[in-house]
C-alpha cells in the first residue's frame, strides 16, 4: 500500500475513535492515541520515515494554533502566575523521581521532571467553563510555557550529552535562543504600535482567505527554520509565528480568517497523524512500580497546583489543578527525543509515558465527573449561573 493509503486509513480511523471519545466526554486526541496504539499491531509495513515527517507537521501546526489561542500581553499578564506555578511543579516532579532511580541525579530525572510537569490546552479548554476567562488565560499559559519549556530543557540535555564536560555551546544556544526570542517579542511590540494599521490595510487587500494563509505560512516557515538553526526544535517558531499573528495586531477580521483555516487544515488533517503517530510509537511497562510512580506523581501533582491556583470551592480549586496537571501528549514527543538520543533511560521513558497518558485521561474523567456533581445541584462554582 502507498503512503497515501496508509494516511487515509489513519485519519479516517483517528477521527472515528475521536467523535466516540468525544461522545464519551473525553477530548478526542484521545480516541486518535488510541487508534494509533491499535493500528501499531496492524500497519507493520508503513513506511515510518514518511510518516514521521507528518507527524511532524502535525506537531508544527497544533503549536501554531495554541500560538494563536494566546497573545504575547495575556502571555506575560498570566506569566506572573505560571512561571512561578511552573518552577514549583518541576521541583516536585523532579524529587519525586529521585526515588525511582536511586536518589542518583542524572539526565533521567531532568527529562522526566519536565514530561511530568507539562499541561494538556485541549484539556484546558474543555474544562473552561469552571475557569473563567482570567483563569483560562493562566492555564493556557502554563500549558504554552510547559510544553516550550520542555522541549528547551530536552535540547540542552541533548547537547550537553554530545559534548560532555565542555558547556560553552550549550551556554551560546541558550544566549542565541533567548536573543532571538526576546528580539521577535521586540519587533512584534514595536510593529502593533507603529504599523498596526498599515498591516491591516494590507491584509484588508488581499482578496481570498488562502492568500492570507500563505502569507502567514511563509512566515511561520521562516521563523521554523531559523529556530531550528539556532538549535531550538522548529515547532517553537511555529508557535511563535501564532503568538504574533494576535488579533490585536492584524485585525479581528483577519485573524478570524487565519484561524478558520488552520485550524480546518490542524485538526482535520495533521493533528490526527500526529496523536495517531504518538499511539503508533508508544511504548511503557506495566507492572506495580510504574503504577505506583503514576499514582504518587499525580496526586501530589493535582494536591500542588489546586492550592496553588485555589478558588472559594473546593470543586472549582479541584478542576482547575486538573486542567494544570493534565500532563500533556507533547510529553510523549519529548520522552521520544530522549529516549533515541540517550538521555533518557529506557525505564524512565516507559513511567513518565504512560504516566502522560493515564494523566490525560484522570484530568478529564476528574472534570466531567466534578461538572456531573454541579448539574445534579451539588456545590457550583463560583462565577457560573
Known amino acids: 500500500m502507498q503512503i497515501i493509503g496508509y494516511v487515509f486509513v489513519i485519519i479516517a480511523f483517528a477521527r472515528l475513535l475521536a467523535e466516540l471519545f468525544e461522545r464519551l466526554g473525553y477530548p478526542g486526541f484521545l480516541g486518535e492515541i488510541t487508534a494509533g496504539m491499535i493500528l501499531s499491531a496492524v500497519l507493520v509495513n508503513m513506511p515510518r520515515d514518511q510518516m514521521a515527517l507528518l507527524a511532524e507537521l502535525g506537531l508544527f501546526f497544533l503549536m501554531i494554533s495554541a500560538g494563536l489561542e494566546i497573545t504575547p500581553e495575556e502571555l506575560h499578564y498570566a506569566g506572573k502566575t505560571t512561571l512561578p506555578l511552573y518552577a514549583v511543579t518541576y521541583l516536585v516532579m523532579f524529587l519525586l523521581t529521585l526515588p525511582f532511580t536511586g536518589w542518583a541525579v542524572s539526565s533521567d530525572n531532568i527529562i522526566a521532571a519536565a514530561i511530568l510537569s507539562t499541561a494538556s490546552a485541549p484539556i484546558v479548554l474543555r474544562l473552561k467553563r469552571f475557569f473563567g476567562e482570567d483563569f483560562l488565560h493562566v492555564a493556557l499559559s502554563y500549558a504554552v510555557i510547559s510544553e516550550v519549556m520542555s522541549l528547551v530543557i530536552v535540547y540542552i540535555m541533548v547537547r550537553i550529552h554530545e559534548s560532555p564536560?565542555?558547556?560553552?555551546?550549550?551556554?551560546?544556544?541558550?544566549?542565541?535562543?533567548?536573543?532571538?526570542?526576546?528580539?521577535?517579542?521586540?519587533?512584534?511590540?514595536?510593529?502593533?504600535?507603529?504599523?498596526?494599521?498599515?498591516?491591516?490595510?494590507?491584509?484588508?487587500?488581499?482578496?481570498?482567505?488562502e492568500a492570507v494563509f500563505g502569507l502567514f505560512m511563509v512566515f511561520s516557515t521562516s521563523l521554523a527554520f531559523i529556530s531550528e538553526e539556532i538549535g531550538m526544535h522548529f515547532s517553537i517558531g511555529g508557535f511563535l509565528a501564532g503568538l504574533m499573528m494576535h488579533s490585536d495586531l492584524v485585525g479581528t477580521k483577519q485573524y478570524d480568517r487565519l484561524t478558520t483555516?488552520?485550524?480546518?487544515?490542524?485538526?482535520?488533517?495533521?493533528?490526527?497523524?500526529?496523536?495517531?503517530?504518538?499511539?503508533?510509537?508508544?511504548?511503557?511497562?506495566?507492572?506495580?512500580?510504574?503504577?505506583?510512580?503514576?499514582?504518587?506523581?499525580?496526586?501530589?501533582r493535582l494536591t500542588v497546583s489546586s492550592l496553588i491556583v485555589r478558588k472559594e470551592t473546593v470543586s472549582t480549586s479541584l478542576v482547575r489543578g486538573a486542567g494544570i496537571a493534565s500532563f500533556g501528549v507533547l510529553g510523549l514527543l519529548v520522552g521520544e527525543i530522549g529516549f533515541v538520543s540517550g538521555v533518557l533511560s529506557e525505564h524512565m521513558y516507559a513511567m513518565a509515558s504512560l504516566a502522560s497518558i493515564l494523566g490525560i485521561f484522570t484530568s478529564a474523567t476528574l472534570g466531567r465527573v466534578i461538572k456531573w456533581r454541579d448539574k445534579r445541584g451539588g456545590e457550583l462554582p463560583a462565577g457560573v449561573p
Open 165 to 209: 564536560g565542555d558547556y560553552t555551546p550549550v551556554l551560546e544556544s541558550i544566549l542565541k535562543d533567548a536573543v532571538f526570542i526576546g528580539g521577535l517579542m521586540y519587533v512584534n511590540y514595536i510593529i502593533g504600535i507603529k504599523d498596526k494599521v498599515r498591516i491591516i490595510r494590507f491584509l484588508r487587500r488581499l482578496k481570498s482567505d
Open 261 to 300: 483555516i488552520v485550524s480546518g487544515v490542524t485538526y482535520g488533517i495533521f493533528a490526527p497523524i500526529f496523536f495517531a503517530w504518538r499511539g503508533l510509537n508508544f511504548e511503557t511497562e506495566l507492572s506495580f512500580v510504574v503504577m505506583e510512580f503514576f499514582v504518587v506523581v499525580y496526586v501530589i
